[in-house]
Nanobody, 120 residues
Framework: QVRLVESGGGLVQAGGSLRLSCVASGSILRVGAMGWYRQAPGKQRELVATITSGNFVNYADSVRGRFTLSKGNNKNVMYLQMNSLKPEDTAVYYC??????????????WGQGTQVTVSS
């Protein structure tokens, strides 16, 4: 059993900052690519930022320069530092990871999401 648990969401004023965390736990043999996605009301889930197993980071154009994805010393932990937040960043933020639990292929796991609300 593998779990991804996000934390760090909340309510913040425009221009403020938040730091999200994602911890992967359970029967993990290897963590591959990880990423943050978000879904605003009435919209499709969209990519925010991803990091490969080789630590190459990719950002959505809408957050580049404001958000920073990083991994902890424990490679099962991922962070998203969000600065200069805008009301349009309001969404539920989800953690995603490709995890090898044994077997032939990595499996795709999602967290339960954490709400980020930015007031104007």
């Amino acid at each position: 059993q593998v779990r991804l648990v996000e934390s760090g969401g909340g309510l913040v004023q425009a221009g403020g900052s938040l730091r999200l965390s994602c911890v992967a736990s359970g029967s993990i043999l290897r963590v591959g690519a990880m990423g943050w996605y978000r879904q605003a009301p009435g919209k499709q889930r969209e990519l925010v930022a991803t990091i490969t197993s080789g630590n190459f980071v990719n950002y959505a154009d809408s957050v580049r320069g404001r958000f920073t994805l990083s991994k902890g010393n424990n490679k099962n932990v991922m962070y998203l530092q969000m600065n200069s937040l805008k009301p349009e960043d309001t969404a539920v933020y989800y953690c995603n990871a490709q995890i090898w639990t044994g077997g032939m292929d990595d499996r795709d796991f999602w967290g339960q999401g954490t709400q980020v609300t930015v007031s104007s």
